[in-house]
Every structure is written in C-alpha cells, then in structure tokens.
C-alpha cells in the first residue's frame, strides 16, 4: 500500500429552507469563516507541533441500517475486535480506544482488552462521539483520528498517512483518505464520494456520482474518488465541532464532514491505494469473509 497527496486532486431530518433562511445561513457562514480564519492563523502562529495522537473508535449498537454492527462476527471475532486490532498497528497512534454509549460493546470490547471511554447516547455521529470521548481522557492530545468500527482491514498505514497529512498542513483542521472507485459502486448512496482541488484539498462529498457529466453515466476514463471511512481531527477543532450548528449540505447528503466544510474550515485529502471492504448492511459480512479468505486474512 501507498499514500500520496493527489496532484489534482446523525440522525437529523432536512426540509427546503425559504430565501430568508438561506440569507440568515450565508451570514451564519460568513460568521463561521471569520472564526475559521481566526483559528487558521492561530494555528499558524502557534509553534506547537501536532505529536501527540489519540485513535478513537465510535461505536453504537443502534444502527437503523444494521442493528448491533459492532458485534457482528467476522471469521470468528467481533468486527469491533477487528478494527481495533488493525488500528494498533499504525505506528503514529500512541493510543487507541473505543467510544460506545452500550454496555455490551463496552463489556466486548474489556474483553479482548480495549480502553473503553462511555459516552452518551444523544452523540448523533461519530465525530461527535469522538469529541466526548477526547474530553473525558486523562491526557492530553493534540490530534484524534476518528477510525469507523465498520472498517475492519483498515490499512495501518493509511492511519499514519492521514496523521502525517494533519501534521504538515497547519491550514487544516481535518484531513482523510480516498481511493479509486469502482465503477460498480458508482451509484451506491453508501459509497461516498470526493472531489479535491489541485492542493488536495477536499471541495465536497456526495452519496451521488461527483462529478457528474450530462450523459448520466459513469466515465470509465475519469479517476472518480471513493471516500474512506477514516478521518482525523486538531483537537482543538473537535472540541468545538458539536457546537457548531448543522449545515443544509449536511442534513441534505447526510455526511458529517460537509459540516465541516460549509463552515468554512479546511480539509486535507490524501489519495491511497485500497481494496475498500467496509461493512455496511448484513449483506456485507458474506463478502468481507470471501474476500479475507481468499488472501488468507484471517
């Protein structure tokens, strides 16, 4: 597996919001732009090096796509376990744990010896899960990599990729990964996709085909982006994140970091090579056990 930074590259409702909203919108991003900027020359000024790093998996037993997801077993061991296991293998996390609102993930996780932070059960995605977890540990961390329990053959190395990434771009509060889509997935509203500007920078994210040309259909020839479940945050910017209020692209797509875009902070993107065999639905479970199975992963 490599990584390289492209050359060119919860569970609220939405309804359609009239003119006057969307005007107390664009002076709510306005607003938004001026603290961002605010914090972009704070972090600039700063001297502070982003060291220290924290991993931390969101997990929830209520899921209206796949109840009890974390548990699931696959080839023999809790998916949850799963993921954990590939995450203390990234040499960039000097710690990794669990972030449930369930006692029976939690218990699970005690049991194959995770750290298990508590959190609350309103946490509506898992960026927020993540930022009250990041507040009840007893250190300190300057960067907070947020790994979906639904990965479970996350690369190590695309862990440290996007920390490293976080680390060398002090404009950005948030970085992740993509890979290569395939074209099977093109129109699948649980593969997310990405498009990024000529710095890799992320421009947005959709559950739709992006970009999409007037045929209606996938161009075999154009190098579309499959968002990965992986992402990390400065610290500081995931303590405030909660407070931030949902953004229409948000509510719209349903996907956490459009919050984050709309709001006018910056995201890093870093393009890597990955078969992606997340788990999204039960169907799931078959596939990723095939597919450990034929490259002796279990």
């Known amino acids: 597996m ?28 306005a607003a938004a732009l001026v603290g961002a900027h605010a914090y972009f020359y704070y972090r600039r000024s700063a001297t502070v090096f982003r060291s220290r ?18 548990l699931v077993e696959i080839l023999g061991k809790p998916m949850i376990q799963r993921t954990w296991e590939r995450a203390k293998l990234a040499t960039t996390l000097d710690r990794v744990v669990v972030a449930t609102d369930d006692e029976k993930i939690a ?12 959190t609350a059960e309103s946490c509506r995605n898992g960026a927020e899960r993540c930022s009250e ?17 639904d990965e479970p053959l996350i690369d190590p190395e695309i862990i440290d990729g996007i920390v490293k990434a976080l680390q060398t771009t002090p404009d950005a509060v948030f970085s992740t990964a993509v890979t290569s889509l395939k074209p099977e997935d093109a129109f699948d509203p649980n593969r997310v996709k990405c498009v990024v500007d000529n710095r ?5 994210f959709s559950r739709g085909l992006i970009p999409f040309n007037k045929s209606g259909k996938i161009n075999t020839e154009f190098p579309y982006n499959l968002h990965l479940g992986i992402q990390s945050y400065d610290s500081e910017f995931l303590k405030i994140y909660p407070d931030l209020s949902p953004t229409p692209l948000q509510l ?3 996907l956490e970091q459009l919050k984050v875009l709309e709001n006018g902070y ?7 090579e990955h078969d992606a065999h997340g788990v999204d639905t039960p169907e799931d479970v078959a596939k990723i056990e095939k597919f450990m199975l034929e490259r002796n992963l279990s």
């Open 133 to 149: 977890a990041l507040q009840k540990l007893d250190k300190k961390y300057d960067i907070v990599v947020n790994i979906q329990g």
């Open 200 to 204: 890799g920078y992320a421009i947005y």
């Open 2 to 29: 490599s990584w390289m930074i492209p050359k060119s590259t919860c569970a609220e409702s939405s309804r359609p919001m009239s003119t006057k909203a969307w005007v107390l919108h664009g002076v709510a991003v």
């Open 266 to 272: 910056k995201m890093k993107v870093i393009k890597v």
């Open 107 to 118: 218990e699970c996780c005690r049991g194959f010896g995770a750290d298990v932070i508590m």
């Open 252 to 254: 719209e797509e349903d």
């Open 53 to 70: 790093v924290v991993g931390i998996i969101p997990a929830r037993f209520a899921s209206s796509r796949f109840q009890g997801k974390p």
